[in-house]
């Protein structure tokens, strides 16, 4: 049962548009979440997280939405740029155990 | 290199065959955790190390799989018997540690083991 879900696995933006990935969750004891980047044959490194007590957090070109009722979050990037090209996983803090539980990731391809 | 390192990089092997896999995690960090990435699929939590000690060892698909870490540096993952869904990439990470919770916005992860079972 995925509790964490990235249901678009591929997503495709022009190099100064705005990238949009999604990500949806069925716990709602979940109260913390992150975002990593991972570009091929390197680990993912972790971008960008929010507490469920907020419903926004901004860094730089990075901001993540969490919209509790819906159980929703998303990152934007904006401007896009040609080297944010990766695989974008969103993942969840298991409220009790302290245990990191990430989606299947979204490939982003920028393109000029 | 500082960084968190993995070997070996690929490994393929044959069904029923026993591998062992390591990581070497960032000199001073004490949280070390091994994940595994099936093809399609995300991130899978397999154990986690404070020290020496694993507290969370529930993410472990079965008895086939072990992990020991010594010295509070140095990891192995065993794999006995080995299957082909076992075939993924194995990737280690490792943080200061000072609590769980905080130490996932500073994990740093190696490049990863991919795992071939034929």
């Known amino acids: 049962d995925q509790q964490v879900k990235q249901n678009s696995p591929s997503l495709s933006v022009q190099e100064g548009r705005i990238s949009i990935l999604n990500c949806d969750y069925t716990n709602s004891m979940f109260d913390y979440f992150l975002w990593y980047k991972k570009y091929p044959a390197e680990g993912p490194t972790f971008l960008i997280s929010i507490s469920s007590i907020k419903d926004k957090n901004e860094d730089g070109r990075f901001t993540v939405f969490l919209n509790k009722s819906a159980k929703h979050l998303s990152l934007h990037i904006v401007p896009s740029q040609p080297g944010d090209s990766a695989v974008y996983f969103c993942?969840?803090?298991?409220?009790?155990?302290?245990?990191?539980?990430f989606g299947t990731g979204t490939r982003l391809q920028v393109f000029p | 290199g500082a960084g968190v390192s993995q070997s070996p990089s690929n490994k393929v092997t044959e069904k029923g065959k026993d591998v062992e896999l390591r990581c070497d995690p960032i000199?001073?960090?004490?949280?070390l955790y091994w994940y595994r990435q099936s093809l399609g699929q995300g991130l899978e939590f397999l154990i986690y190390?404070?020290?020496?000690?694993?507290?969370?060892k529930s993410g472990l698909p079965s008895d086939r799989f072990s992990a020991e870490r010594t010295g509070g540096s140095v990891s192995t993952l065993t794999i006995q018997r080995t299957q082909q869904e076992d075939s993924a990439v194995y990737l280690c990470a490792s943080s200061l540690g000072l609590s769980r919770r905080v130490s996932y916005n500073e994990q740093f992860f190696g490049p990863g083991t991919r795992l071939t079972v034929l």
């Open positions: 993942a969840a803090i298991s409220p009790n155990t302290d245990k990191l539980i």
């Open positions: 190390f404070q020290g020496n000690s694993a507290p969370d």
């Open positions: 000199s001073g960090h004490t949280a």
